[in-house]
């Protein structure tokens, strides 16, 4: 495995990111909240959806080239079989004739902190996502991430010296990995639907 931690760039990487976008947004509402929020977050996949959040993406690395960094393998495969096979067992791995077309890189991970224009909404900081593909979880690539974050969120003019994050109090993987790169409770977020106001 061959990775490289580097800002993102639409031309290159929109397809990739967007596709972890689909399963970190498909986590959430699968492993932390039931049927109910798992179907709202669903729901709002949709191709409306992907190119405005794409959209907003390009604004936030307008803002700062920095703020969205990933995490690209690039030994992947070519998307016929599942990211980081290569040379697992396969004694065809790397054979490949000298005319072939390399293989292409893929997205394995992402770390999305809210451009400095945004720090006066939580005074601080704001890690608005991370997410690392399960075949690249234990690799360190979070580890990455999350260094590329905080070396961003330390360069930012902020009220206040702190990175915040939301994190899902029944996400025990979440809450320790955080949890061993130092981030304590910070209050709590509430939420209401808009439909009822």
Do not use: S
């Not at 396969?90 to 077309?101: K, V």
């Amino acid at each position: 495995m061959t990775l490289e931690i580097r800002p993102y760039d639409r031309e290159r990487d929109a397809d990739g990111l967007y596709e972890l976008k689909i399963a970190f947004e498909r986590g959430l509402g699968e492993n932390t909240g039931g049927d109910e929020k798992a179907a709202a977050y669903e729901g709002k996949l949709t191709d409306a959806y992907r190119e405005r959040w794409l959209d907003w993406v390009d604004r936030c690395v307008d803002a700062d080239p920095r703020c969205v960094t990933v995490a690209v393998d690039e030994r992947a495969d070519d998307g016929e079989g599942d990211a980081g096979d290569a040379g697992a067992g396969d004694a065809d791995a790397g054979d490949a004739d000298a005319g072939d077309e390399p293989e292409a890189e893929a997205v394995v991970g992402y770390v999305f902190v809210l451009p400095e224009r945004t720090a006066m909404i939580w005074d601080a900081a704001v890690l608005n996502e991370i997410y690392v593909a399960p075949d690249y979880r234990g690799t360190g690539v979070a580890d990455d991430l999350i260094d590329a974050a905080l070396a961003l969120a330390a360069d930012q003019d902020l009220p206040l010296d702190r990175i915040v994050l939301d994190v899902d109090p029944a996400n025990e993987r979440a809450k320790g990995f955080y949890d061993r790169h130092g981030f304590e409770p910070w209050g709590e977020m509430v939420a209401r639907p808009l439909e009822d106001a």
